[in-house]
């Protein structure tokens, strides 16, 4: 996909530069603007969906960059490859402490959509 900036309800700006779609996941490659100290923990809250309603749990991430006033750059990887149907990914924040009790009988919260070729 081509490079692409979106502002992800629940974390914020984020330009997305790849999505990487693996047998066993996905991973996101993202690259965000030095937010404070926050900036640094974004990639830990974020929740990916495919468009036919799969839920894929954050299994890993991290990054680096010009601390928390540089741009940071994460690689964050989901859990479950995506369908060959599939036409979107939802990406959508939660708050912290969340990330691993979150699940995908939640309702689908504001969210960014990716748009797959």
Known sequence: MPAKTLNVPGVGPLLVIAVIGWPDSVTLLTVEPGLGVHAKH????????????????????GGGGGGPF????????????????????????????????????????????????
Do not use: C, V
């Not at 974004?42 to 991430?61: C, T, V």
């Not at 912290?96 to 009790?101: D, I, M, R, S």
């Open 42 to 61: 974004s990639n830990a809250r974020l929740a990916l969906r495919d468009d036919l309603g799969g839920f894929h749990p954050a299994r890993q991430g």
């Open 70 to 117: 540089g741009r940071m750059i994460y690689n964050t990887t989901f859990a479950g490859a995506i369908p060959d149907e599939a036409r979107a990914l939802h990406l959508y924040g939660l708050p912290t402490g969340k990330l691993y009790t979150h699940t995908g009988e939640d309702p689908l919260p504001p969210h960014a959509t990716i748009e797959l070729d």
